[in-house]
């Protein structure tokens, strides 16, 4: 993209990057940074490089893989942009700033490599920074077999999710969703019953070829699941306290006051009375507490990713509020990515950072939740959106889904 050498064309360059963070679901705290310093390097070469006198910047920006680069070029006489600004983080004056997500830390070191060059009479700055992920699954197909017959659930999706991050997984039911989600920690049926192909990667490790041990460290540890309808996930003969101290011991067996662990995770999720509600059994608690029990016991291993799996099903609206507030407190304070399933677009605006349209077992549409919401472009993701209700709306019938349409486009 070119721009007038101006600082006024700054407001440009900042919306042509919040666009290319939603084409490639680049989160908001990558966003924040590359805005950063892209504004800081570009009012550098306005009234550095060309003195004011005007001229063109041209801003390059794309991101194969994991890896992001920015190629800045003026024609300005000789300047080093860098002379202006510390290396390699190019900001000043940054502790100042009030900024969540990841922090400080991450704008600071930012960019993973800078330099400089004059080449055919322009300056060229070239930025390169390696986005972590740590999950990321390639070309996933899950297929069943039962009775001589099989049925391909999920038909070659990818998808990532970045340290921090919240993503939603949004279709109906018999998308795909669920069976994704679980195929992650190889939860789902071993061969012949079920096949799954592809490649799914934790933190550099193919989940799909690690032995049971490696898995048991990933499992619970380092990403947890929250199950539908805990009424029937919470084992009925075994006290709630007694369910989750059993993930603590097996995850973190030098723990030796396991019971005030399980207390602490309680009361973390908003349950009052956390020293007796121990000992309660599942059939005594109402399913909004039951559901965060199932919160508490995934929360005690501590992981890096959560995935709640339809949490707020079965319950009643006031009840779903406190528990998509509770997620979402519960994620700022430990920094946690979470994936969410669910099939209610109504939900997650406010709660995750980018949603992922399934729709049987493919993925139609993907992007951030504002660019999503606001401009859905599948004709199932704008039915999905359109079922959504609004206060003071008159009652009319839900939009019905035109399958012939969508499945032209598949």
């Known amino acids: ?5 101006e600082i006024t064309e700054i407001k440009r360059l900042s919306t042509d990057v919040e666009d290319f963070c939603a084409r490639n679901s680049l989160n908001k705290d990558v966003e924040f940074a590359l805005n950063l310093v892209l504004e800081e390097i570009f ?35 000789e300047f080093n942009p860098l002379s202006q600004a510390p290396a390699p983080d190019l900001i000043s004056g940054i502790e100042e700033r009030e900024i969540g997500g990841l922090g400080v ?11 400089y060059k004059r080449l055919s009479g322009k300056n060229v700055l070239t930025i390169l ?17 039962s009775g001589g017959s099989s049925f391909e659930a999920v038909k070659g999706i990818s998808f990532r999710v970045d340290k921090g991050e919240s993503v939603a997984i949004v279709g109906e039911s018999g998308s795909g ?40 460290k990933i499992r619970g540890a380092k990403i947890s699941y929250i199950f539908q309808e805990p009424s029937a996930s919470l084992n009925p003969v075994f006290s709630v306290g007694y369910q989750i101290a059993e993930a603590v011991k097996l995850h973190f067996p030098g723990v030796k006051n396991v019971k005030g662990e399980v ?18 059994y599942p059939h005594e608690l109402s399913g909004g507490m039951q559901q965060r029990v199932m919160i508490a016991m995934a929360l005690a291993c501590r992981p890096d990713l959560l995935i709640a799996d339809e949490p707020t099903t079965a319950l009643d609206v006031t009840i779903q509020k406190q528990i998509i507030d509770l997620l979402k407190d519960v994620r700022k304070k ?69 399958y012939s349409q969508i499945e032209a486009e598949q």
């Open 1 to 5: 993209m070119k721009y007038d050498a």
């Open 43 to 77: 009012a550098n070469i306005c009234l550095h490089g060309y003195n004011g006198k005007g001229g063109k910047v041209d801003v390059e920006m794309s991101k194969s893989g994991g890896v992001i680069r920015i190629e800045i070029s003026d024609g300005a006489p």
């Open 105 to 115: 830390h991450f704008i600071k070191n930012f960019t993973d490599e800078v330099s």
């Open 129 to 145: 920074k390696n986005i972590p992920q740590m999950l990321e699954v390639k070309n996933l197909k899950i297929k069943f077999n």
């Open 177 to 216: 969703k669920t069976v994704s989600a679980m195929s992650i920690t190889r939860l789902l049926p071993p061969k012949p019953a079920c096949e799954i192909e592809g490649e799914i990667f934790w933190e550099n490790q193919n989940v799909l070829k690690l032995g049971a041990k490696e898995l048991q």
């Open 263 to 280: 207390v602490k995770a309680l009361k973390e999720v908003g349950i009052r009375n956390a020293e007796e509600r121990y000992n309660a």
């Open 334 to 402: 430990r920094n946690m990515a979470l994936m969410l399933i669910t099939h209610n677009f109504g939900i997650i605006s406010g709660l995750c950072d980018r949603v992922i349209v399934m729709f049987r077992g493919r993925i139609v549409e993907e992007g951030s939740t504002s660019q999503i919401l606001k401009n859905p472009k599948h004709p199932y993701t704008k039915a999905l959106i359109s079922c959504i209700p609004h206060l003071g709306q008159k009652s009319r019938k839900l939009n019905s889904i035109d």
